[in-house]
């Protein structure tokens, strides 16, 4: 069986972090995501529900099963959407690459931030595909370490970034697996493809996006591996604390910040 | 007085890519190009016309004069709009660091595809700012060679493009500047500023943009560079050679390639 090591590790400031994503990011990624009335939705890998709360309460008329490989996140997840009174999910503990499904049971199906952690996606995608009913959509989200780029541009932030995604593909991910949604979803057999690039650009005219994305998810990923990355020895600790710095100089106010996300449908 | 290298040369070859270019990248960068009825518009560092043809037909409430440094590249451009019978557009001869207008006659400017080939992109700014009325827009677009990534991955790819990137340097360009619109504009003087990135995504489900920008619009123009990139030993022949493969590679059936451009705007 594949393993699946998680890169950000499962802090509760890490749990703050995506709940700060996925708010910023909520219109940006998840303001398409409409499924038809009374349909029934699988998310796999849920993690803290930092995605689930803004899927379910945007689809009252859908009911979502939402898994994760985590004990501990399913709980976070399922305190969140509880005190936010959405009863339209359920919450399992699975294994994506063996799901506790029957073949062909879900309307639609969607993984969001998944397929980058994965050593097999692949896999993943088709054990996915199983429990799907024949006319279903798949979706997938995913961002792209690479597509990050800057003002004022430093090297030391390249490179810091560049820790990540060594460290996220040391333990079998793909920290740039956004630019290959589309032909990943095609290799599973999925038909009708198609993935729209979701990109967020902050200035200082966007203040919102410069706290809620530039630097409490980027830059706070980023230093989320900061002992990993100059324990390993990827980097001397000064270096990448002179990357964090110019991360967060980006944020000032003749800054600028930009990353792409991928999000990608097929039917089955 | 500062000078102006174009590092894409001026062959017929390129006038065919810039023509390409502008043809698929209409709608992404031009549908809110829209000026108000009557308006005197001006467009500085026309080149060959590739972007005034749209604009001017896209516009026909309104008069344009395009200016350029280039004789040669004004005679191709005249050409063009005569060739298409567009009426609305006057050309001049003229360098945008001394234009030959009179303070506040144009309604609104646009400079396209211009500052990222100034040793001086401010005091080009300053310079139309000259020529703009109180109250009229100042419209710029340009790329970002950084912004580029694609998959296949490749570094002599990377290091190919790179050639451009500090070719263009060296003649006191910047490939980069589409990250540095919102503090450029800001830097003249310019109140209410917003930049908005304009995104290239292609994969083989958009046969068009495969064609006309990985392949004809990006790679064409890397390629343009050959013999300066090996020439002056930035790379040697054969990686640059693989390079250019490799983003062909790109354009095939499982690839993707993803660009970004910047349009940002602001009033005087």
């Given at each position: 069986m594949e393993s699946t090591k998680y890169v950000?590790?499962?802090?509760s400031r890490e749990s703050i972090r995506l709940n700060d994503q996925a708010n910023t990011l909520e219109e940006i990624?998840?303001?398409?995501t409409i499924f038809p009335k009374g349909s029934l939705i699988l998310e796999a890998?849920?993690?803290?529900?930092a995605q689930t709360k803004i899927m379910a309460s945007g689809n009252p008329g859908s009911k979502f099963i939402s898994v994760d490989i985590s004990e501990d996140s399913l709980m976070e997840a399922e305190k969140l959407i509880r005190s936010l009174n959405i009863t339209n999910v359920e919450f399992e503990q699975a294994d994506i690459y063996k799901l506790p499904f029957k073949d062909e049971v879900f309307d639609d199906a969607i993984v969001c931030f998944v397929l980058e952690h994965l050593n097999n996606p692949v896999h993943a995608l088709h054990e996915v595909m199983r429990v799907l009913k024949k006319g279903g959509n798949l979706i997938a989200v995913e961002g792209d370490h690479g597509s990050a780029f800057f003002h004022p541009d430093s090297e030391f932030a390249t490179a810091a970034i560049q820790c990540l995604v060594q460290l996220q593909k040391q333990k079998?991910?793909?920290?740039?697996?956004g630019r290959e949604l589309y032909p990943l979803l095609n290799s599973v057999g999925l038909e009708n493809v198609s993935v729209s690039p979701r990109v967020v650009y902050a200035d200082s005219s966007k203040p919102h996006l410069v706290e809620g994305?530039?630097?409490?998810?980027f830059t706070a990923m980023i230093e989320g591996v900061a002992q990993e990355a100059f324990g390993s020895g990827m980097m001397s600790k000064k270096d990448f604390e002179q990357g964090i710095q110019d991360l967060y100089r980006t944020?000032?106010?003749d800054g600028t910040f930009i990353y792409m996300f991928f999000k990608g449908s097929g039917i089955k």
């Open positions: 950000h590790g499962y802090t990624i998840h303001h398409d890998g849920c993690g803290v529900g079998g991910g793909n920290a740039n697996i994305f530039t630097r409490n998810t944020a000032e106010e």
